[in-house]
């Protein structure tokens, strides 16, 4: 995982959920927190986590493949497309 999504989880979820919550209430409801977002940072989690819970995997996005494909945690380097 790279980008802002790795940014997220490198400075922390509850962190960024609670500064764009605040720039939501200076700005607007275009900085509303997204739901997935809150919900992890309320759970302490990253996104690196996500889907790991239900025995998905993680979520990667590759340069060939348009969708979001699941990982397989198993160490498979086949990709299924979500």
């Known amino acids: 995982?790279?980008?802002p999504m790795w940014y997220a989880d490198?400075?922390?979820?509850?962190?960024?959920?609670?500064?764009v919550s605040e720039f939501h209430h200076q700005h607007g409801k275009i900085w509303r927190p997204a739901?997935?977002?809150?919900?992890?940072?309320?759970?302490?989690?990253?996104?690196?986590?996500?889907?790991?819970?239900?025995?998905?995997?993680?979520?990667?996005?590759?340069p060939h493949c348009s969708k979001t494909c699941?990982?397989?945690e198993h160490g498979s380097s086949n990709l299924e497309k979500a």
């Open 70 to 72: 699941i990982a397989r």
């Open 35 to 62: 739901p997935l977002l809150k919900r992890l940072a309320d759970e302490a989690k990253r996104f690196a986590d996500f889907g790991k819970e239900e025995g998905r995997g993680s979520a990667v996005v590759t």
């Open 1 to 3: 995982m790279t980008g």
């Open 10 to 19: 490198t400075v922390g979820l509850k962190q960024v959920c609670d500064r």
